[in-house]
């Protein structure tokens, strides 16, 4: 079975940005470099609940703070 990538074992901090656009859009940055651009609102949580592991409250958190900032960064 695969693992996220928020649940691996990694000695060193993973950094994912995520953008918000003013198209309604969303970019991905990891570790500061564009991984996924021009995702749309639906397609988010494929990526940070399936992908890196962020589903539910966390989930809900980080959408809240890139609502209100623009933009959340996560380190992991």
């Known amino acids: 079975?695969?693992?996220?990538?928020k649940d691996s074992n990694q000695t060193k901090n993973t950094v994912l940005e995520v953008v918000k656009?003013?198209?309604?859009?969303?970019?991905?940055?990891?570790?500061r470099e564009l991984d996924h651009k021009n995702i749309p609102e639906a397609w988010l949580p494929e990526q940070l609940c399936v992908r890196f592991g962020f589903c539910g409250e966390e989930y809900d958190s980080i959408?809240?703070?890139v609502n209100q900032n623009g933009r959340?960064?996560?380190?992991?």
């Open 21 to 31: 656009k003013n198209d309604g859009t969303f970019d991905l940055f990891l570790n």
């Open 63 to 65: 959408l809240r703070e």
């Open 72 to 76: 959340a960064t996560i380190v992991f």
């Open 1 to 5: 079975m695969s693992r996220t990538q």
